[in-house]
């Protein structure tokens, strides 16, 4: 007892050791993230700094920055080998600086996973960023629907490009993609947001406005995340459902909502996506003819001709397209892309760290306390968006937008916060 005291005390002191400033610059970032992430990475990378300089605990004290350091290294020496020792294997058109300037997609980021930390403690600050990233989609929501209802279409540049929203036209058989370039990256935005709209639309003691703000808001990110056309986005979608509402009446309310929002896509400009376009995306045979196999298989043959140290970063393009002719920017699969580029280690060290941040997150949150008190929404909602982000880049690699990989690392920094919290103790 007396060590849980401790504990959360010096957990409440690095909180408030953490300049004040240093949240709002975090706060003001993740609701910048989606509309703005240039902007909104100079705001994150303040609030890093502040509480880098702040905070009392020390790098080299947190184990669970171990595996994220030996990464960091593993990737240095793939570079150093891909690019002064090994140069018998390259591809014609490949620059072993590809394999440098790929690093800023990881460790910088692996970095902010440390900074973040301090700003998601706490349940009420987790719960606090959540909202922010439902805030935060609303520029989402009004580009996407005013690309698919009235065709607005750009892109559109402020401050000499230092905002870019795509909005591009819809080509056949495309989906909405609002101010992002591709569906799949809109569908994975909207699919992280939706846990903590549902969250704050079934949280108690809430009033019936906030009520009705938070159902249109669910309502119009559900119907977003079908006009995405993107199974990646509508698999994330199911995935939350059984993770964020475990009560049989929210799940009726659910249902409901569900309901309203099927019925709706029948009728005017979303009538064509079912029943027709469902059961096309995700039809056993054509999931099976699927182009993503082929891309696995021979990612898989070129990690077992070089294994430890890889190809090098944006190797795989070249390689597929001097095999087949047919050119694909990636691997389709993160884990995979990661050993081809840089080889098996750091990919398995990565995605293994992720996983345990996952699991025992999921397990503080689901059965500790159990006879005690019910797994906070907002908690649960943390989880799912975790959960769904992860699961997008084993079909799909939107990690390269910065937009989603800073989300990424926001959410596991949050689950090492969940993980960290002592209010969690037996």
Request: net charge positive; charged share 10%.
């Amino acid at each position: 007892m007396q060590y849980l005291t401790r504990s959360t005390n010096f957990f409440n002191g690095l909180l408030l050791s953490i300049c004040k400033r240093g949240f709002i610059f975090f706060n003001i970032g993740i609701f910048l993230l989606a509309s703005a992430p240039l902007i909104s990475s100079l705001f994150l990378l303040i609030s890093i700094g502040i509480s880098t300089f702040k905070r009392e605990d020390k790098y080299l004290e947190d184990k669970w920055n171990y595996p994220l350091i030996i990464v960091s290294v593993l990737m240095i020496v793939s570079c150093c080998s891909t690019s002064f020792f090994r140069k018998d294997f390259l591809l014609e058109g490949w620059d072993p600086i590809l394999s440098w300037i790929s690093l800023i997609n990881w460790i910088p980021l692996f970095i902010c996973f440390w900074g973040f930390q301090p700003y998601l403690l706490t349940q009420e600050s987790r719960r606090k960023s959540g909202l922010l990233f439902i805030c935060g989609s609303i520029p989402i929501l009004i580009s996407g629907f005013g690309q698919y209802l009235f065709n607005w279409h750009g892109p559109f540049e402020a401050f000499n490009g230092l905002i870019i929203w795509f909005q591009r036209p819809i080509a056949l058989g495309e989906g909405l993609t609002g101010l992002f370039n591709n569906a799949n990256y809109a569908g994975c935005m909207l699919g992280v947001v939706l846990p903590f709209s549902l969250a704050a639309l079934f949280q108690p003691k809430q009033n019936s406005f906030k009520k009705l703000i938070s159902f249109l808001i669910s309502f119009l990110i559900i119907i977003a995340i079908l006009l995405t056309n993107s199974r990646n986005a509508w698999a994330g979608f199911l995935i939350t459902l059984p993770i964020l509402l475990s009560s049989s009446r929210y799940m009726f309310t659910l249902f409901i909502l569900t309901i309203a929002c099927l019925v709706i896509s029948l009728f005017g400009q979303f009538h064509y996506l079912l029943p027709d376009k469902l059961i096309q995306n995700f039809d056993f045979y054509n999931l099976t003819q699927d182009h993503r196999w082929n891309l696995w298989i021979n990612a898989i043959d070129y990690i077992i001709k070089r294994p430890l140290l890889g190809s090098g970063a944006a190797s795989f393009p070249l390689l597929i397209t001097a095999d087949y002719g047919t050119f694909f920017g990636h691997a389709h699969n993160l884990p995979l892309e990661i050993a081809v580029s840089y080889g098996v280690l750091p990919s398995i060290i990565l995605s293994l760290t992720i996983i345990f941040l996952l699991f025992t997150s999921y397990r503080k949150v689901f059965f500790y306390n159990k006879r005690i008190r019910k797994p906070d929404i907002f908690e649960k909602a943390w989880i799912s968006a975790a959960i769904v982000i992860t699961f997008s880049h084993m079909l799909d690699i939107t990690y390269y937008d910065i937009r989603i990989s800073l989300a990424s690392w926001i959410f596991f920094a949050g689950l090492k916060g969940i993980i960290s919290d002592k209010s969690y103790s037996i």
